[in-house]
T-cell receptor, first 113, second 114 residues
Framework: DGGITQSPKYLFRKEGQNVTLSCEQN?????MYWYRQDPGQGLRLIYY???????QKGDIAEGYSVSREKKESFPLTVTSAQKNPTAFYLC????????????FGPGTRLTVL | QQPVQSPQAVILREGEDAVINCSSS?????VHWYRQKHGEAPVFLMI?????EQKGHEKISASFNEKKQQSSLYLTASQLSYSGTYFC???????????????FGKGTKLSVKP
């Protein structure tokens, strides 16, 4: 089955620790995205990548980092510099272009204590 | 520029109809619609493209007014399963095609009661 997976579903970390969220897709999509979702805010773009070894900042990239070493994988690191990291994080992938739908993973709920 | 959705929330009885609107201050290449149930991933509903092309579920109806930079999602004869938060996302236009990334609105929460 083709799809996009994220792990873990729930994650708890102490303040000041870096944490990495996993995102893998087997849809052969070139583009991958990370969104942050807070209540009442919609989905806000953190980072995106359209090709291996290249990625671009989205609207709220401060305090986050990514890598794209393989087409299938786009991990997100939430660093200690992110002031308010507790949120629901969604990874998505798509074919290139604004006429293609994005496929979302199940999300990771990160809670920083 | 984040698109504006209206209403923010709506409550329906089963069988009633609803319209969700999405408007942008920029010229649009495409409008995407997604539905998200609480704690789950958003699910694709429809894409409306400049020029009139549409991609998506046959049972979902939507419109795209390019001049007004607006889109509307029509939910008819609502069912309990329609409950969730609906998001529109917009790709802005540039010369020759789309640009940038999908920018989502804040969502419209739809509740369908028995």
């Amino acid at each position: 089955d083709g799809g996009i997976t994220q792990s873990p579903k729930y994650l708890f970390r102490k303040e000041g620790q870096n944490v990495t969220l996993s995102c893998e897709q087997n849809l052969n999509h070139d583009a991958m995205y990370w969104y942050r979702q807070d209540p009442g805010q919609g989905l806000r773009l953190i980072y995106y990548s359209q090709i291996v070894n290249d990625f671009q900042k989205g609207d709220i990239a401060e305090g986050y980092s990514v890598s794209r070493e393989k087409k299938e994988s786009f991990p997100l690191t939430v660093t200690s510099a992110q002031k308010n990291p507790t949120a629901f994080y969604l990874c998505a992938s798509s074919m290139l272009g604004g006429n293609n739908e994005q496929f979302f993973g199940p999300g990771t709920r990160l809670t920083v204590l | 520029q984040q698109p504006v959705q209206s209403p923010q929330a709506v409550i329906l009885r089963e069988g009633e109809d609803a319209v969700i609107n999405c408007s942008s201050s920029k010229a649009l290449y495409s409008v995407h619609w997604y539905r998200q149930k609480h704690g789950e991933a958003p699910v694709f509903l429809m894409i409306l493209l400049k020029g009139g092309e549409q991609k998506g579920h046959e049972k979902i109806s939507a419109s795209f007014n390019e001049k007004k930079q607006q889109s509307s999602l029509y939910l008819t004869a609502s069912q309990l399963s329609y409950s969730g938060t609906y998001f529109c996302g917009t790709y802005s236009m540039n010369y020759g095609g789309s640009q940038g990334n999908l920018i989502f609105g804040k969502g419209t929460k739809l509740s369908v009661k028995p």
